[in-house]
């Protein structure tokens, strides 16, 4: 197809539009010209316009390679849908039936069809490969091309096979596209498929409308974030969670507190995952709870925020996840939560995988851990690490730049840096370069003799917290680099080596110090105990163990009223919120509570804290379910133990958090088989008896003729016929 072809009149006829944005218009005419082509765009810069237009002008079908059905399914539906004719567009993958896949054959051969999308399994199929060798392929588009690189944050090992498959079927040119590599995966993408000539297309990857914050992730995490979609009604968000627990667990909460949600997981059905996502593009729903899954080609303009409930596995995800706000140029707010015990779990998920695998990850998560640490601007790093500089000092849309910290003299530390770096041969990493100023005399320093020369140690006096910063700055201002095929190798630029023989003032600030406080399954008890109420609280149960005839713990353990204490729930729903209490234990119990509770703040004039009124779901432990099913069906509890890997003391901890939240269980079955009709007695009594349910207390009184199994296994048989 000859160059000069009016593609301005082709861009009106085919989508609509008067003009091509960015370098659209350069990269349709590279791929018509035969070339080979490599496209980076960010997400929402309009990059299947780069293959869809020149695949609907030149001869023969474009083959485009694409990681997702529903992407593809999205894409066709799109194409068909401007053309007068069917067909022009069509998809080959594992959702359709034989008479499917032979109406798309049917249509190739014909020439009806301009772009055919597959998944990287589909096009190895032995019989597609034979198929498509009797088609004529105009070029072949590679999307989400960043699948190819173990270095990049979706790596899928398919990829890996085009570049040999495309040799089977015939080659054509080649464009690869994605919306987010670093230098590193883009060499990588352009090796792996045999594209090393291919014109490069790069444009910026600032988004100004985006607005760039990092918080501090404590336990009410999910009060604040039905908080913060509270504070923006109507507006559509994405929230990403690494688990799909959490996207179950949260969507609950969302839905509790009357938030238009709902979830999406590789877990789900497809029909499910398909209805989901067209109620969120119809704006039926708000909000989607999503694990990565989620979000590839998702052309949805106005999402308004991006929420991370956990820090993605690395600085490509979190790009690309972020870039699905604010597509259309409007306001865009992504807030991420970091917690330190967060990328400790990430990092154990490594382990078992392959050596070099583990490395590149863990790589991967110092770069996004500095990101959340650091006190400098989000946008300059961001933009950096995707290797493009960011003049201005102060974005003034991203947390940091919003609340500047005050800058400290460097210039001292910056030196010790460089000269540790020209030291060592330009030949390690950050975290051994800072062991080295730090005089820190590890394994590997002293295997290599480093500890002998005149620099190590040269930092000693200076505040340990001090020297990631400086190197992250270092790097930022181009004193030093990071080696691109050996990756994070600290290596001195020419300023570098400049500043060593004539150093200057050199200002930095420090990290921002987030604290290890986040307990995932904690409960909410707290510092603000309310002595008076907690009085009152425990004089109503020991009247109502009177009245009742129970022991008071019985009732609602010290943990329980502590926590009344605290939070001030007034209604049996939020009473729930409160660790120990489930739905029976509340409705059994609990309306004499809550109105005393009301009275007390009403005669005090106690503003109950508004964050206390968010109505949370109980968690729906897998676990607890099996287990209550379990013993419905008289399972003997060490082979469930066994079953679900469990130790046996374990397993009696889950049955008594159990029976303690309210649920009756019955495990006669079992203490009939394991123990001696009088001991079962005797411990009974005890309890009944007793003011306190504590096991070291129980120990002390009944001796040495009990193990506490035993007093555990009627301790539960007690509260469950006497509480629940």
């Not at 890996?160 to 590599?181: E, S």
């Not at 690309?320 to 970091?338: H, L, P, S, V």
Request: charged residues 30%; hydrophobic residues 35%; contains cysteine.
């Amino acid at each position: 197809m000859p160059n000069d072809v009016n593609l301005i009149q082709q861009l009106k006829r085919y989508f609509g539009f008067d003009n091509f944005k960015g370098d659209q218009e350069a990269i349709v005419r590279n791929v018509l010209a035969g070339k080979n082509t490599f496209v980076l765009m960010p997400t929402g810069g309009g990059k299947s316009l780069c293959y869809q237009l020149p695949s609907l002008i030149m001869e023969g079908t474009a083959i485009v390679i694409s990681p997702l059905i529903a992407l593809m399914k999205n894409q066709v539906d799109v194409i068909n849908g401007m053309s007068e004719e069917e067909g022009v567009a069509h998809y080959l993958n594992s959702s359709l039936n034989k008479a499917a896949i032979d109406q798309v054959k049917n249509d190739i051969l014909a020439g009806k069809t301009k772009l055919l999308y597959v998944a990287p399994e589909s096009l190895n199929k032995e019989d597609n490969v034979e198929f498509l060798r009797t088609v004529t392929i105009s070029f072949y588009a590679v999307d989400e091309a960043h699948c190819i690189s173990e270095w990049g944050h979706d790596f899928r090992p398919e990829y890996r096979n085009i570049r040999p498959t495309i040799q089977k079927i015939g080659n054509a040119p080649v464009i690869a596209l994605t919306a987010t590599a670093t230098d590193k995966v883009r060499a990588d993408i352009k090796k792996n498929l045999g594209i090393v000539d291919a014109t490069e297309f790069k444009s910026s990857f600032n988004r100004p409308n985006l607005y760039y914050e990092v918080r501090q992730k404590t336990n009410d995490i999910n009060k604040q974030i039905i908080r913060f979609i509270k504070q923006n009604p109507g507006k559509s968000g994405i929230v990403y969670c690494l688990s799909r627990k959490k996207v179950e667990e949260l969507t609950a909460d969302l839905c509790a507190n009357d938030i238009k949600a709902a979830a999406y997981h590789a877990g789900l059905e497809s029909a499910k995952r398909s209805e989901t996502q067209d109620d969120f593009l119809m704006e039926r729903i708000d909000i989607i709870v999503a694990t990565i899954a989620f979000g590839m080609g998702i052309d949805k303009p106005d999402v308004r925020f991006v929420i991370h409930y956990d820090i993605p596995k690395s600085l490509e995800g979190y790009y690309q996840e972020t870039g699905r706000a604010g597509r259309d140029g409007g306001e865009g707010k992504c807030i991420t939560f970091y917690s330190y015990k967060d990328l400790q779990k990430l990092e154990k998920f490594m382990e078992g995988k392959p050596v070099a695998e583990q490395d590149i990850g863990r790589q991967l998560l110092q770069e996004t851990a500095a990101y959340a640490e650091s006190s400098m601007c989000r946008r300059r790093m961001l933009l950096h690490y995707f290797g493009e500089e960011y003049d201005q000092e102060n974005c003034g849309n991203c947390d940091n730049c919003l609340h500047p910290k005050t800058k400290i003299e460097g210039k001292d530390q910056l030196e010790v840096v460089l000269r540790a770096v020209a030291a060592v041969k330009e030949n390690f990493r950050t975290e051994y370069i800072i062991d080295f100023v730090k005089g820190r005399a590890t394994d590997d320093i002293v295997l290599h003799k480093h500890d002998q020369l005149e620099e190590f140690g040269a930092g000693e006096g200076v505040n340990p917290k001090l020297w990631n910063p400086v190197i992250r700055q270092a790097l930022l201002s181009g004193f030093l680099r990071k080696d691109v095929e050996n990756y994070g190798l600290l290596k001195l630029t020419a300023a570098g080596k400049r500043f060593i023989k004539n150093p200057h003032s050199f200002m930095i600030v420090e990290d921002t110090e987030f604290k290890d406080d986040y307990e995932e399954d904690s409960g909410n008890g707290g510092g603000a105990l309310d002595p008076e109420l907690y009085a009152m609280l425990k004089d109503l149960r020991k009247d109502m163990s009177k009245r009742l005839g129970v022991p008071p713990y019985v009732i609602f353990q010290d943990i329980s009223l502590e926590q009344m204490a605290t939070m001030y729930p007034i209604t049996l729903q939020e009473l729930q919120n409160v660790q120990g209490v489930g739905a029976g234990k509340a409705k059994r119990y609990g309306t004499e509570f809550c109105e005393l509770i009301r009275r007390h703040c009403e005669e005090n004039d106690i503003e109950r804290p508004e964050e206390l009124r968010v109505r949370t779901v109980a968690k729906k432990s897998l676990l607890k379910v099996k287990i209550i099913q379990s013993i419905d069906r008289r399972i003997d509890l060490e082979e469930l133990a066994r079953t679900e890997g469990l130790e046996f003391d374990s397993l009696l901890s889950e049955i008594e958090a159990i029976v303690y939240s309210g649920t009756k269980l019955n495990i006669d079955y079992y203490i009939d088989e394991v123990m001696d009709e009088e001991h079962v007695d005797d411990i009974y009594d005890y309890f009944a008896e007793s003011e306190t349910d504590s096991l070291e207390a129980a120990v002390d009184e009944l001796g040495d003729d009990y193990t506490d199994d035993e007093i555990r296994l009627v301790r539960v048989k007690f509260i469950s016929e006497m509480a629940n």
